[in-house]
């Protein structure tokens, strides 16, 4: 069992490294996802694995707790009105002529969600010139490393239609059926690790659409407000933020505009330059 003053200790530098607050409810699942790593380290006590965590000056034992503890459920075109509405929008600016556009998938697990962002673009835009993006980011490596791999379990594609899957995919079977996404998606995709609670981002805008889902129940409304003025200022004009299904944004979003239930729009201002 761990001590409340030794869990504290864990909450404190995972809210700093990551953003993600711990109630303390989430004792005994700490100790769960933690005791992968302690095996490897043939650590018993998990006291013994905090003094690493702390005195760790690299930073990977760092990384390798926030992997642990980060939750990663995710499936191809989860939430499907969401990828509705995004074909629709791909397909006006196609007929718009317009000839950029740039995605990011803020939290992307083991990729399901950015490929899936990628096959809805690759459909409307197949036969175009339009120079077309995906960033997908995830602040733990271990996911990072299967989404770049992309390649997937029969059970895990569930969602891709048989027409994408027969276009896009290739199957192979070793032991088990698996299908791997094609080069011609995977070069449409850059994978970055990055810690959604500290922005300022490295990243080049202006976006288009920015799929934030899932991710921002993990934090307080702190690190909420600080990702979304951030995902504001990333933002195209009249540019869409999608969220999660079961997180509220009720007073935190004072420049976007709910356009229909998780999905909102940036707003201009008359007053903006």
């Known amino acids: 069992m761990i001590s409340p003053k030794v869990f504290n200790r864990f909450r404190k530098i995972i809210y700093d490294y ?37 005195t760790d000056a690299s930073g990977a034992h760092i990384i390798d707790l926030l992997d642990a503890i980060s939750t990663n459920v995710t499936s191809f075109f989860r939430e499907p009105h969401h990828f509705d509405l995004l074909k629709e929008r791909l397909i006006e600016m196609r007929e718009a002529g317009v000839g950029r556009v740039r995605m990011w998938s803020c939290a992307c697990s ?31 490596t271990k996911v990072l490393r299967t989404a770049q791999d992309g390649v997937y379990s ?21 032991g088990s059926v698996h299908y791997e996404i094609s080069d011609r998606i995977k070069q449409r995709i850059v994978f970055r690790r990055c810690n959604l609670a500290d922005p300022p981002f490295p990243l080049n805008g202006p976006l288009d659409f920015v799929f934030c889902r899932n991710v921002m129940i993990y934090f307080d409304d702190a690190v909420r407000a ?48």
């Open 18 to 54: 990551s953003g993600i607050a711990l109630s303390n409810e989430k004792k005994e699942l700490l100790c769960m996802r933690v005791r992968k790593n302690m095996n490897r380290l043939e650590i018993t006590d998990i006291k013994d694995y905090l003094e690493i965590i702390e």
């Open 110 to 140: 083991t990729g399901e969600e950015p490929y899936s962002l990628a096959l809805i673009a690759q459909e409307v835009f197949e036969k175009t010139l339009v120079d077309w993006k995906i960033l997908a980011t995830d602040i733990s």
């Open 154 to 174: 029969e059970k895990n594609i569930n969602g891709v239609n048989f027409e994408m899957l027969d276009k896009y995919f290739k199957r192979s079977i070793n």
């Open 226 to 273: 600080k990702l979304l003025a951030e995902i504001n200022r990333l933002l195209a004009d009249d540019g869409i933020l999608f969220v999660g299904h079961a997180e509220s944004l009720t007073g935190l979003v004072g420049k976007f505009k709910c356009i229909k239930p998780t999905i909102y729009n940036k707003q201009r201002f008359s007053n903006e330059k």
